[in-house]
């Protein structure tokens, strides 16, 4: 709390003293007022009964004064003991000389003060006056009187009869405040109470008894209805608040739900790779098993054919010795058909290990195995240097076997062929490109280029099982990228492909 | 002491085809034939139709199909390698498999050599030719 004492005081208090101090000051004023009347009134009194004794004193002693008697005179002044306030009296003859003197009491000293014109003055609590006789218009002496008012005496009185009225006026108002004061204060009280309680227990429900009209009554009213106010909001929020709760809730099991859904989910993937990783045993096991069993029965077929070309010359003639090369031809093609649709199969199950490859060397060593295999033929390789890749390296080799190697099959009509290998942007992405200038193909089978067993070409033009470049889509999109063809027929092909950049180690 | 071979293989034309092709490169040496594991290692143990046989006389080169039926040729293997007698005896496989987990597990086993059956016959042939001529006349041996 801030504030003078009185500030804090309280309202009870406050209209005490209120009251109080307003008595006081009212009292004050009125006895100042009163005391202030009079003393104006005494003064004058005081001086009307002066100057009539000094006009009575200078008409009995003209005589005196005119026939120089100072006896008769200081006779006449004697006459002043039945008038007590005098208290001296001087009588002075024309020239101003001290004639006759009285004083009421023998031991008041009396010092004759010099002659002054008329009139009257106070000095301290007395109040002289000098009177000048006249004797047929001619000054002849001057009545000088000198009276005690007793002034501060009677103010004293005044003083103490003020402070007793004030003390009973005190009093009075103090009892009649006690007892008034609940009127403008009770009603506060209550207010006051009622907040106390609304605060205390955090109860909007009371509500203060107006007792009147006044300020205190308006007061009570708008303390009402803003509780009235507070209640309302305060049932608003409330329901806001259940509201919250419910959704929080509702929320909570939502995601107990999802949890739940996870959990579903999670135990599902689990059961799905489980089953996943049966069916690769499986299709592993199916593999090995073709590798095996479907060979072994090629083997016989042609081993046999042989035995048959050979241990049966004589009875077998040239039809059917043709014939016979015929089932050799397609067993021999058989194996190889197995044996790349195995390698299909080993590309989509092997586990990748990623690492920097070497792109440029590694299509520098493929292209001189390539001429190794046939040194007959003049192929001018253009590889790009230094383009290093981020990939599974015996997957992309594969890959690089696979684009070179058909590259390098389907150029071999030309008599001046050329294979390249480099790098470019296309899309903001690093594209790799092997181009040859050989036979090339028809754009509108360009889509069917990277489906397993799918062939632009006849066997009797150029050999292959139509498995390589589904095998390169395979690894391409393993690595995340792409690869697409571009090509003209007798004009030869551009294979392109990607590889996802994000593999790569920043 | 003529050396022998055995030839650990279940299926029949293989048999047949691996006897004429030795034999059509002048290899005369006995075959002895296993038609599955369990018989293998019965020659090679003196065990239930070999019991009795006389254990002094062992091939000189095994030719090892993988797939068979009964014992497989890894465990073959495995177990030939395991016995004092059989340990130092060259194992070369010869199967139609060429996934890389078996040759793998061969030579982890101690295999000597491992050579894929091909599909063409005279491949075959001049692979068995090579065989005998280095396992049954170059190569040396432990007695």
Do not use: C
């Amino acid at each position: 709390m801030t504030g003078s004492w009185f500030a804090n005081l309280s309202i009870r208090a406050k209209l005490l003293w209120i009251i109080l101090l307003t008595s006081i000051a009212a009292l004050m004023v009125v006895g100042l007022a009163i005391v202030t009347y009079d003393s104006i009134t005494f003064k004058g009194e005081k001086y009307q009964e002066l100057s009539t004794q000094a006009d009575l004193l200078g008409a009995i002693s003209t005589a005196a004064l005119v026939f120089n008697d100072p006896d008769t005179a200081k006779e006449y002044l004697s006459a002043l003991k039945a008038s007590p306030p005098v208290a001296s009296a001087i009588l002075y003859d024309g020239e101003g000389n001290v004639f006759a003197t009285y004083r009421r009491s023998d031991n008041a000293k009396i010092d004759p003060p010099p002659v002054e014109i008329d009139g009257y003055r106070f000095k301290g609590d007395d109040l002289l006056l000098f009177r000048t006789i006249y004797q047929g218009g001619e000054a002849i002496g001057t009545v000088y009187l000198r009276t005690e008012l007793g002034f501060k005496k009677r103010l004293l009185q005044y003083a103490g009869i003020v402070f007793g009225l004030l003390i009973g006026s005190l009093l009075v108002a103090l009892v009649l405040s006690t007892r008034l004061q609940g009127l403008v204060s009770r009603p506060l009280l209550e207010v006051t109470a009622v907040a106390r309680e609304v605060i205390d227990h955090q109860d909007y429900a009371h509500r203060a008894v107006k007792h009147s009209e006044d300020e205190v009554g308006v007061l009570v009213d708008a303390f009402n209805q803003m509780l009235a106010h507070i209640q309302q909001r305060e049932a608003a929020l409330q329901a806001a608040n259940q509201a919250l709760q419910e959704e929080i809730i509702e929320h909570k099991s939502a995601r107990e739900q999802v949890t739940s859904l996870n959990e579903t989910l999670e135990q599902r993937v689990a059961e799905r790779t489980a089953e996943l990783e049966s069916a690769n045993l499986e299709l592993e096991a199916f593999s090995y098993s073709v590798s095996h069993d479907l060979r072994a029965p090629l083997r016989a077929i042609d081993g046999f054919s042989i035995l048959l070309q050979e241990g049966y010359q004589d009875r077998i003639d040239q039809e059917g010795q043709n014939y016979l090369q015929r089932v050799r031809a397609a067993t021999q093609r058989m194996g190889h058909l197995i044996d790349d649709l195995l390698k299909l199969s080993r590309t989509t199950r092997s586990e990748m290990r990623p690492a920097e490859v070497d792109l440029s060397a590694l299509a520098e060593t493929i292209a001189n195995e390539l001429q190794e295999l046939s040194p007959d033929r003049q192929v001018t390789f253009s590889i790009t240097s230094d383009m290093i890749a981020y990939a599974d390296p015996a997957l992309i080799r594969v890959v690089l076997e696979n684009l070179l190697g058909n590259a390098w099959k389907f150029s071999r009509n030309r008599s001046e062929a050329r294979i390249e290998m480099g790098t470019m942007i296309n899309n903001g992405k690093t594209t790799y490109f092997v181009r040859d200038n050989g036979t090339g193909f028809d754009m509108q089978y360009a889509d069917r280029l990277f489906g397993a067993f799918q062939r632009l070409h006849s066997s009797s033009e150029f050999e292959g099982t139509g498995i390589g470049l589904a095998n390169v889509h395979r690894i391409i999109r393993r690595h995340g990228g792409q690869v697409w063809a571009e090509g003209k027929l007798d004009e030869g092909a551009t294979l392109y492909f990607t590889l996802s950049e994000w593999r790569k180690p920043s | 002491m003529t050396k022998i071979i055995l030839l650990v293989e279940d299926n029949p034309d293989d048999v047949e085809l691996t006897v004429i092709a030795f034999k059509k490169n002048r290899i005369a040496n006995e075959i002895v034939v296993a038609r599955d594991g369990a018989e293998a290692l019965d020659y090679l143990f003196g065990t239930g139709i070999h019991a009795g046989r006389d254990l002094n006389i062992m091939p000189t080169l095994i030719l090892l199909d993988l797939k068979l039926p009964k014992l497989d040729g890894l465990e073959v293997l495995k177990r030939l390698r395991e016995n004092a007698r059989t340990k130092r005896i060259p194992v070369v496989v010869l199967t139609s498999s060429k996934e890389q987990q078996d040759i793998i597990e061969s030579y982890n086993l101690g295999a000597n050599s491992y050579v894929r059956k091909p599909v063409d016959f005279t491949t075959f042939m001049e692979a068995a030719k090579q065989l005998g001529l280095y396992w049954l006349v170059l190569n040396e041996p432990a007695h």
